[in-house]
Each structure stands twice: as C-alpha cells, then as structure tokens.
C-alpha cells in the first residue's frame, strides 16, 4: 500500500486542519479497531503540511496543502471497468496535485462493507465512496433515481438529467442530510436481462420463478409472480448450479462471463429494464471537501468526471468482444418478450405512483423526473433511435 | 480581454522555455500582421516564470511555471454547447493551477479563420484548437474518421473506439505528422438530416435538388443526385429563403433553431446518416504540451474529458425542448425513407472501399475500424436497441 507508506512523510501543521486530522485519527483508530483492527488507516487522515517548511520560506506564500483520503469502493477489483474508475480518479488527483492530493482506493470489505458506503462517509471511516445511490433507499427511497429506477432514463438521458436536466440538484437536497456530496460515478449502459435455466416466453413463465435479482428490479418482478431470492454475489453462481435458484440478473456480458453463469445456465436474456441506465455514484465528505483548497475542489470535480466517461467507454468496448464469447460459448441471447415488458412497465409505474403518494420527497423528484423522461423519449425516438435502427436492426 | 491582461505580468526566466517563447512572439507578431494587425496576441504565448522569484527563495524549489495559452475555436459562441465546452476547459485549467495555467478561447475569425485551426497550430499563432477533425481531410481524409464518417458510428460507439478501441492511437499516428496533439472533443449526439422545402419520398426525389452539404455527406448525396451546394453558414438561411437552394443540414434542433431555418422551409428529417456520431476535437501543438509540467499536462488530458462529456450532455438536455419548441412553431418532422438510406449506405460502403483501394493511410485506418463497427453493432442491437425500442418507440 505504497499511498500510506508515502503519507507517512507528511507532518502537521498548526495553520492547517491538523486538529481536525487529530480527531481523524482517533475515529479511524476506532473503526480500524472495530472492523479490521489493521494499523496504517490512521496514517491515512486528512493531513496537511507547510511542503517547504524545511528551507525557511515565508510560509504564507509557500505551503502546499497535502491531502491523503481514504476511498472504499461498493465494487471489487474483479469489477475492474467498476473499480478501474474509482483507481483513475486517485491517479489523476495525485497527477495533477503533483502528489500533493492522494486518495488510496480500497474494495469492499477491506475497512468497510460493500453496502455500508455511506455510513462509513458519515462516521468518518472514509472521505470517498464509490457505491450506487440505490444501495441506500432504505435511507432515503428517492435515492434510487440517482442510479436508476426500472423504465426510466437510458444512459445518455440519466447523465443529461443528472448534469442538465436538474437531477443533480434534486439528489443534493437529499444527500445534505447526510453530510455528503454526490458526483455521478459511471454508467455501465442498458444492463442484461440476466441468465435463465428454462426460457421465459410468457409472464406466465414468471409465476413461481426462484431469481436472484434485488432492489426495484425485484419488487417489479415479484408483482409479475416471481419468487425474489436475495443472496451475496459470491453465492449465486453455486445457487444456479445447483438448481436452488432459476434464475439470476447481473450486469452485462463484460461483468458476467467472469462470474461464470454461461456454465450453468444458457439463456440470457435482455434488456434489463429495471436497469436501463444505471450511474454510479461518487460521494464525498461534504465538510471535507468544502475545506480542500479551491484548486483540489476543482481536481476533484473535473477528475470524477473522467472518472465516470471512462466507465462507460470500458463497457461499450468490452461488452461486444464478451457478448461474442459468451455466444461462441453456447449461451443463447434472447428478448423478453414484449407483453412480459409491458406488464412490468405497468406495475412499475403503479410503484412509482404509490411510492411518490406516501411520501413528499419522491413526489419531488418523480414529477419533474417523469416530465423530463417524456421530453428526452420524444426527441431520442428520433434521429437517435432511427439511425440505430437501420444501422443495426434487431431481427 | 482580461486574460491577455494578466499575461502582461508575466515575465520570462532561462531556465523555461522563455528562447522558445521569443520566437513564438516574432511568430505571433507575423501572424497577427498578416491575419488581423492586432497587438495584445504576442502577450499570449507560452510564458514561464519563476512564481517567487521576488523573494530570494531556491528557484528550483520554489518555482511555479505559469502557462498563457491561446485558444482558437472552428465554432462561433452562438454554438454554445461547442463554444461553451472549450471554455470550460480553460476554466477548469485556470481553477486546478490556481491561475498558473490560462487559455484564452477565441472564436472563429478572431485570430484564425474557423477551417484553418490545424493550420495555426502549426505555424504557432495558437497552442490550442477546438475544431473537428474532418475539415482537414483535404490533407490527409483518413482524418475524418477522428470525427465520423456516414454510417459510421454512433455517438457512445464512436466515444469506445476512440478511447478504447485503439481509434485515438491511429489518429495520433497522422496527426504526428503534423506536430499536433489530438483529443477527443465532444459530441452531438445523432445528427438530423436537414431542412427541405419539399418532402422527400424516395431517392427520385433526390434527383437535381439543390442542396447545402459539405463533405463526405455531400459526395454521397451527389451520388444519389443532388445538386450539392456549398456556403457559408452565414449564407444558408437567405439561400433558402429566397429558393437558391432547396435543403441544407446543419446540426439538430438546438443549433438549427437559432439560425432560423424553420421560418423559410417547414419539412425536418432524420436521421442525418452521414453524421450518426460526430466526435470534435481538441488539438494542441505537441511541442508545447510535452514542454509543459507533467500536472499541467494531466490537468489537460483530465479537463479535455470533462468539457468531451459536458458537450454531449448540454445537447441531450437542450435538443428535447428545442425539438418541442420546432414542433410547436409548425415543422414537420419526418424520417428518411428506409430505400432511401439503403441506397446511400451502399454509395457510402462503396467509396470507403474505393478510398482505402487508393490510400494505404485510408486502409490502415478502414479495417479495423469496421471490424470495430460490426463488433460493437452485435452489442448495441441488443440490450441497448431493445430498451429504446420498447422505452420511446418510432411510431
């Protein structure tokens, strides 16, 4: 861990937020003992230091903050288009900084749980989070449209609502009861419908169905007759072979060959309308970063933003070699039927409805959510839409 | 022009690259002579100086190189989501240097006539262009694949190939030739085909229409008969107003709004198939970026990214009310007819093959990306055609 051996050169600074890096200290030191009772996550705090105080200077015009935060990620270094972003917005910090803004990336479970981002931002465990919103609507439901909700925005359309269209915005209010600030983190594009034993030609094929698949996604489908089964991701390849589930969803193809489903089942199914066009989330200590100088405010604006392009361009690149492989492989790609999309759509939208009547702040965001979803259909059902169509038809 | 202000504070060192900056300056001085006569351009070159020099601290410590870079734009700021994108680069250059790196963005005709960017790189008038890659296949065509071609990639496809794909690797190989730098630069997402005074059934439709459209677009509606005529954009609206011609393109509802087209023909179609993807470019003169401090240059490479995705964005979110608004005023929108865009994909297909027959550069570039195209069209017609398919269906 090459990052912490490094901060371990740092010295305080009265000037600076040295105290505030003291109290750090002592949560990490407490959490480290709690969760993984390591040493070296203290010598990861806040810290800053006058970078010349050695040579005499004036040191008003002379220091150079320095920052080291600590990031833990929802996704695992085997996610590497998921993980690979969260590891290129720390190298460019660092870049640009010239090392004075160092984040040391981390995957789940290494100080903190994969679905435990944000508590781990509020308790001060970490400064960065790369996670999903939706992992938290336990907190806050009308977190989920920060990443998606099932037949909403596609991947363009969530990023043009987020950084456009007021999205952003809207989450904010909700994010500053949490101390933390949002940045959209990366979109991995319309996910796959997921792997299934037996083909699914009807919703009556639904009925009974034992499928792996949380959140939204899963409440839509337990209202088609589903029976929703909820297991970590390391269990479901286990649970497919041995035929204890029928079904899983998971991501894409780039992401799910790893995981080995192909092995056990052979139909694979699409789009993943629960998953349309889900973006990632990048969090931050508000505080924090509110008390970075304005030039690492600035990094980091510009940095996640890279961040979450590159995703999506990994995704778009690797899929299509993937899909191939899975195909030579034997999987069978096929389309959830139309009816099947149709009678989903509907008992979403009846959720959203329900969702939004008993409580003020999903309404807040479900209204001008929708307004723009209609908007944003009514242009890319054209040229967009056309053109993709001819270029390249679905049979 | 504050920034050419503040540049005058400036002052140059031996140890920078000051003799380099000298002859910018007699460059600089020649080109302003013979393009514009303005002074304050000279003030504008690379200018390095040491940060502290006033207080006897070690230079070699102390030392804060500062940057003033010109750059020159091929879109006017009445193309705001273009315009506006290279001016969110400079101003997230000047914010994470802390003021030490500045560009000026300058619109077309200011100091460089909007197709001669590539030109005033090399000549040194400016470090920085934001243009398209294609208004200079006059001297190399493969370069038009840095931007699209017709039927080529669509915009998220065109974004992999370029960052993912290996496409940014072959276009560097050309532009080095050229002393330049490229990176990708933003988006439009799908273009619309254009405005016509009379609908257009069929290809005999086709048949003597005088038409504005420059480019590859241009040969191939040639091809298929059309009367193509070129001009400057300034011209087009009058053009068509007084019937000197009968349809010209432009860019989408956002852009084609402002210039007013809708007032003088009232028939929309889509998709504009010769551009399903166009990438623009930031290109920077290679020399001075790799003089440049490595966190200058990774601020750069970082912030190029970010104004790339902030374009594609500003179109998806604007291009839907604009749309609405064009509807409202009593356009006629309206698609191309499928006979017709087989016809032209098949003079398309013909005259890639013809180009590469002629041209080893053209060749090198052809074959792997249409590898590349039918690799990333078996994805994109799934998961992705699928959900918008079902999500915003084409009537």
Same mark, same amino acid.
């Given at each position: ?54 040579? #005499? %200077? ?16 929802? /996704? ?47 308790? #001060? ?10 992992? *938290? ?13 099932? /037949? ?64 939204? #996604? ?18 479901? *390849? ?6 204890? $589930? ?7 193809? *780039? ?31 508000? %505080? ?76 807040? $965001? ?5 307004? /723009? ?13 056309? *053109?993709?169509? /001819? ?5």
């Amino acid at each position: 861990m090459s990052d912490h051996e490094r901060n371990g050169d740092t010295t305080h600074d009265a000037r600076s937020t040295g105290a505030d890096s003291a109290n750090d200290r002592r949560r990490l030191d407490r959490r480290s003992l709690l969760r993984r009772g390591g040493a070296g996550a203290g010598l990861a705090a806040l810290a800053a230091c006058g970078g010349s105080s050695g040579n #005499g %200077a004036g040191p008003a015009v002379h220091t150079r903050q320095r920052v080291s935060w600590m990031l833990t990620s929802s /996704f695992p270094s085997a996610l590497d288009a998921m993980f690979g972003s969260a590891q290129l917005l720390a190298r460019r910090l660092k870049e640009m900084s010239d090392g004075a803004f160092v984040v040391s990336v981390h995957q789940p479970g290494e100080y903190v749980p994969p679905f435990e981002v944000l508590d781990a931002l509020q308790d #001060g465990t970490v400064q960065v989070g790369h996670t999903a919103s939706y992992y *938290y609507k336990g907190k806050v439901e009308a977190l989920a449209f920060d990443t998606c909700v099932p /037949f909403g925005l596609a991947p363009r359309q969530q990023q043009a609502w987020l950084h456009q269209g007021g999205g952003r915005e809207l989450i904010a209010e909700i994010y500053a009861q949490f101390g933390v600030l949002a940045f959209p983190g990366g979109n991995t594009g319309v996910q796959m419908g997921g792997w299934f034993r037996d083909p699914v030609e009807s919703v009556a094929d639904l009925k009974g169905l034992r499928m792996r698949i949380p959140g939204f #996604g899963g409440d839509v489908m337990q209202a088609l007759g589903v029976s929703v089964q909820n297991m970590p991701g390391g269990e479901i *390849y286990t649970s497919l072979e041995t035929a204890r $589930i029928d079904a899983t969803e998971w991501v894409g193809p *780039y992401d799910d060959e790893k995981l080995g489903f192909y092995k056990a089942v052979e139909n694979y199914y699409f789009p993943g309308w629960w998953e349309p066009g889900p973006e990632l989330t990048f969090m931050v200590d508000r %505080a924090r970063f509110e008390a970075l100088p304005s030039a690492f405010r600035s990094m980091f604006e510009v940095a996640v933003r890279e961040a979450a392009a590159h995703m999506q361009q990994v995704y778009d690149a690797q899929n299509p070699a993937a899909l191939k492989r899975l195909v030579d492989a034997g999987v069978q790609v096929r389309p959830f039927t139309q009816d099947l999309m149709r009678e989903a759509r509907t008992a979403t939208e009846d959720m959203l409805s329900s969702k939004a009547a008993a409580d003020p702040t999903y309404a807040r $965001i479900l209204e001008p959510w929708r307004a /723009f979803r209609t908007r944003s259909n009514a242009w890319f059902r054209g040229a967009e839409l056309a *053109y993709a169509n /001819f270029a390249y038809p679905l049979d």
